[in-house]
């Protein structure tokens, strides 16, 4: 068969780049759909808010199974399978006639992306070897960088030239390219039995997230002091306490908690988990500030933060290439994130009569310093980890990736409305709560900064190679050309 001459190498990373574009992407181009929405259902555009709460809820429900089922059904199968879903769940909300059942499909999207993103990366790492994971890594960062900030100006198009519909329907040919291109080419992995489903595990951390993922979304915009906030957060966190302490009594565990406990690991996902807090709060921040405190349009706004994707891609070739091969992950990650929280601070000096080419500087370098944080962390996180631990590893940055955005703009909104009014009467927009904002995303990534001191190098040593001395074993997974392929 033809995926036999393939590399799967390449195989696996055109279709998890695909997997990853779409599901990033969908996060950010839905809202600027919103208010048409609302039109278009004859509802406030408040009422609206469940297409991006039920999509968030269901990715944080499907999220800790991911990596039981892939190890049970065999990555390929999984991915695959939630790709076509995803897609048809896109096509579905392109031609929902009512609330209801965009909300509904919404659901299908959500189980779906919360399945591709985990199975896709531990295939990913199983078939790349450490010493190949920073260039894997490098290719990570384009959906990564591109399709939130792409998202906004896709949806603007769509919704101003086209129809709202397109901001599902444009996941589909999408969708349907990667799910034949990986069922033609991709190989099956195979990697040892799963174990015994864990169904209290899987209830604990399936309400457990789902809870706080709402009360954190929504606790921001509707009131922290609200009952159904209050409740959702509390009990959310009281069933992950709960869930910690029957993961690690467990001999085989839905979630492998006890790998945030190997160092390398565990500080990998602490740095990531606090630059993202940083990272995704700021950008959430600075859209706000571009509009509602310079004055700009939405295209504008978008068109301004969009130095930013260009300066992660930027520098992830530079840390990929020249860096991370000789450094290591320590070094890199606290430069990086204190140039951020610099980057950060320096927006608390823009105002109304700055050029907008300074902030835009400054986003271009933030953004090359978050490439600078993606790059080692994805890198040196499974340095240590065996291939049968990859999917339980893969679970559990997936979760702390989504953790990281949903506190981010939990985090930065609460500040922002804790820090005084916008709008002063009969006067100039107060911008003190927006630098309120970027000071506290700016101690964010210095606490990640300093977090990052504690990683030793020696740790990652499998992964700090220089390109011409990497190893030319083949990595578990790949198939060599003329071998018999292994299907799942």
């Not at 181009?29 to 408040?46: D, K």
């Not at 709202?164 to 040892?192: D, E, K, S, T």
């Amino acid at each position: 068969m033809l995926f036999r001459q393939i590399n799967q190498k390449i195989a696996v990373s055109v279709v998890y780049v695909a997997a990853l574009f779409m599901t990033i992407m969908d996060s950010t181009i839905v809202n600027v759909a919103l208010p048409t929405l609302g039109n278009e259902f004859h509802v406030e555009t408040a009422a609206v808010n469940g297409v991006v709460i039920y999509y968030l809820v269901a990715l944080a429900a499907t999220i800790p199974i991911s990596g039981w089922l892939g190890d049970k059904l065999g990555g390929r199968r999984v991915l695959l399978g939630a790709i076509l879903l995803f897609a048809t769940a896109s096509a579905l909300c392109g031609m929902a006639q009512s609330l209801t059942q965009l909300e509904a499909f919404r659901v299908l999207q959500g189980i779906a992306g919360g399945l591709m993103t985990p199975v896709g990366l531990a295939m990913l790492w199983r078939t790349f070897p450490p010493a190949e994971r920073a260039r894997a890594s490098a290719i990570l960062v384009i959906p990564t960088a591109l399709a939130p900030a792409l998202g906004p100006v896709l949806g603007g198009l769509f919704v101003t030239f086209v129809s709202w519909r397109w901001v599902f329907l444009v996941n589909v040919p999408v969708g349907l390219a990667a799910f034949f291109f990986g069922l033609v080419y991709l190989a099956g992995q195979h990697h040892g039995d799963a174990g015994k489903f864990d169904l209290a595990g899987f209830l604990l951390a399936g309400s457990g997230l789902s809870l706080l993922m709402y009360g954190l979304s929504q606790g921001p915009f509707a009131g922290w002091s609200q009952p159904t906030i209050l409740a959702s957060c509390l009990i959310g966190a009281a069933l992950l306490v709960a869930l910690v302490f029957i993961e690690l009594r467990r001999t085989e565990p839905l979630l492998k908690l006890r790998l945030l406990g190997e160092r390398l690991f565990g500080l990998s996902n602490a740095v990531m988990l606090l630059g993202g807090i940083a990272f995704i709060g700021t950008l959430f921040i600075v859209s706000l500030f571009y509009q509602d405190g310079l004055g700009l349009t939405a295209a504008q706004a978008g068109l301004s933060i969009f130095p930013e994707a260009l300066g992660v891609m930027a520098g992830s070739q530079i840390v990929a290439k020249k860096l991370y091969p000789v450094f290591g992950p320590r070094r890199i990650l606290f430069g990086a994130l204190v140039l951020i929280a610099a980057m950060m601070l320096a927006l608390t000096t823009v105002g109304p009569t700055t050029s907008l080419w300074w902030p835009r500087a400054m986003l271009f370098t933030m953004g090359m310093g978050m490439s600078g944080v993606f790059i080692p962390v994805q890198t040196a996180a499974f340095a240590t980890t065996s291939h049968r631990d990859m999917g339980g590893a893969s679970t559990l940055l997936s979760t702390q990736q989504q953790l990281a955005g949903a506190l981010g703009v939990a985090i930065m909104t609460t500040v922002f409305v804790a820090a005084g009014s916008v709008a002063l009467p009969g006067g100039p927009t107060d911008l003190t709560p927006y630098r309120v904002a970027f000071a506290v995303a700016a101690v964010f990534a210095l606490l990640g900064a300093g977090v990052a001191l504690f990683i030793r190098d020696a740790d990652a040593a499998a992964t700090i190679t220089r390109w011409r001395e990497r190893p030319r074993e083949q990595p578990q997974g790949e198939v060599k050309a003329g071998e018999p392929a292994i299907l799942e």
